[in-house]
């Protein structure tokens, strides 16, 4: 177990980077912080010059790969970070120097126990990309086809099994303050990175996420996922099918190619919907560079590290939810949210869907070039304060990739209704899953298994098991001691730590934290 001087040395000097950008500022002006951790944040940036404007993303990068990936994780939470934080979050690039050839043909050939010649006939030594996690050669096996080999970075796994530990152990101080931190739960967050990242950390999982996804998309024309090459996959080092097509973010390009951008950009945000909603499993990570425009005009996304997955029950809702929005149905909408447990009964279902109203109806019928689906969702982040609604983090990753997709078909299309493009798939979705037909279908189904169960054993496990509504069971969060808690567990210079556990966790915390809901 990592001593709290430990965690606390770490979060000092990540604290003094964050400083040194500015990342600092924020929290100090918020009326929500405590007033301790804004005299702390003060005694962590002092003496440091900073720059006029705030950069959280030059911050992450700095500190290094496990912090990148949080500071992504972060920019899909402005009520969490703020708005400005989560804006300049989203430009934080997973991009680092490459690590020297040599020691990728080293990792690759102890991962497999052989030769690389034994697998590979051909490997360029320059990467085509260097993250913080991985990075990607071309190579040509012996059979003779061309793929993409990722490798993860030698050393990884320790390196954010490290830093996650410090995350888990500033979280859980920063939550036992109370308040604010407690509703926003900072420390389900970090449970929920920890897991998404161990996901990433394992090339396996990577390849069956791929596998599994293309097996759920084979059935929807013009879009595609690339095959694994299973003989040469494990833990550390993937092998996948080279993709030969045009970045989407190139739109001059796919003009020049004769590529029709409104159709494409419809397409693409038809896929997401059938996976986010039909099948509850999607592609997360669906930034411009993960997605390639083959010359048939097949979409083709790479890169299935970061995934997504929705129960259907939650699904049910989401498309409800969706299509009471399109429609302006406020009062079916805001009932979804009561009936999901999103919002606590006490409150009024009236009240919460005049709030809704306030944030859908300047949006509906506009193209996105004027107002968005990302407007949209930073709107009902700023209500959940109101109605005392807590964090759901199942739902998170979908929030960045509907930014995401929404952001590409407007690069691709900028006369784009979203809600004019969603509408109509999800309304026929509600009417095939939540009609009369399947609802009879459902009952039958659900009736049936019913009856071939024991009574008593039905009544046992809907005891231990009760409803949780539409949130799914949180993951078990890890036991940690608070540095105030080892005065009378342990009678140790407990003040001393307390001091400097407040200091370290207000500096990177207070930059994570910066401007909470804005």
């Not at 709290?4 to 040194?20: C, D, V, Y």
């Not at 005299?39 to 496990?66: H, K, N, V």
Request: net charge neutral; glycine share 8%; hydrophobic share 45%.
């Amino acid at each position: 177990m990592t001593r709290p001087s430990t965690h606390i040395w770490r979060l000092l000097k990540w604290g003094r980077t964050l400083a040194r950008h500015g990342a600092l500022r924020g929290i100090e002006r918020d009326p929500n912080t405590p007033a301790p951790v804004k005299r702390l944040c003060r005694i962590a940036r002092f003496g440091t010059i900073q720059p006029a404007e705030p950069d959280y993303a030059g911050a992450f990068q700095e500190i290094g790969p496990a912090a990148i990936k949080l500071g992504q994780t972060l920019a899909t939470r402005p009520d969490l970070v703020g708005e400005d934080a989560a804006k300049n979050l989203l430009s934080l690039q997973d991009s680092l120097p490459p690590v020297p050839f040599e020691q990728i043909e080293a990792a690759i050939a102890a991962s497999f126990e052989k030769p690389i010649d034994a697998l590979f006939s051909e490997i360029d030594p320059v990467p085509l990309g260097a993250a913080s996690i991985a990075q990607v050669h071309r190579g040509v096996t012996v059979d003779g086809k061309t793929v993409a080999i990722k490798v993860l970075r030698p050393g990884i796994r320790e390196r954010f099994e490290r830093d996650i530990a410090t995350y888990e152990w500033a979280a859980a101080h920063l939550e036992a303050m109370g308040g604010e931190a407690q509703r926003l739960r900072p420390r389900l967050t970090i449970a929920n990175f920890k897991r998404w990242t161990n996901r990433e950390l394992d090339l396996r999982r990577e390849a069956a996420s791929a596998s599994e996804l293309a097996q759920g998309m084979r059935g929807i024309e013009g879009y595609r996922i690339p095959e694994i090459d299973w003989d040469r996959t494990n833990g550390r080092v993937m092998t996948i099918e080279w993709i030969d097509g045009i970045k989407i973010s190139r739109t001059e390009d796919l003009v020049a190619a004769g590529h029709d951008l409104p159709d494409l950009a419809k397409r693409l945000v038809l896929a997401f919907l059938t996976q986010a909603i039909s099948a509850g499993f999607f592609h997360a990570d669906m930034h411009q560079g993960n997605l390639f425009v083959q010359k048939d005009g097949t979409i083709v996304a790479i890169d299935f590290g970061i995934m997504g997955r929705i129960d259907r029950r939650a699904r049910q809702w989401l498309a409800e939810i969706l299509y009471g929005l399109t429609t302006g149905n406020y009062k079916r909408v805001a009932e979804i949210h009561f009936e999901a447990q999103y919002v606590p009964s006490y409150h009024s279902v009236d009240e919460f869907a005049t709030a809704l109203r306030a944030v859908g109806e300047p949006m509906r019928g506009k193209p996105v070039s004027e107002l968005s689906v990302g407007q949209m969702l930073d709107g009902l982040f700023a209500i959940t304060r109101d109605f005392d609604m807590q964090t759901q983090p199942h739902l998170l990753l979908l929030q960045k990739t509907m930014v995401m997709v929404e952001g590409i078909a407007t690069q691709l299309h900028p006369q784009i209704n979203m809600w004019d493009v969603s509408a109509p798939y999800v309304r026929s979705w509600i009417r095939d899953e939540l009609g009369p037909e399947a609802a009879i279908a459902d009952r039958i189904r659900t009736d049936f298994d019913t009856l071939m169960r024991i009574p008593d054993l039905v009544r046992r496990i809907e005891d231990r098991f009760p409803s949780k509504g539409g949130a799914p069971e949180p993951p078990p969060l890890p036991h940690i001691e608070l540095v105030w808690e080892r005065r009378a567990n342990k009678g140790r210079g407990w003040l001393g730590y307390a001091a400097a556990a407040a200091v370290g966790g207000a500096a990177v915390w207070g930059a994570t934290l910066a401007g909470w809901l804005g």
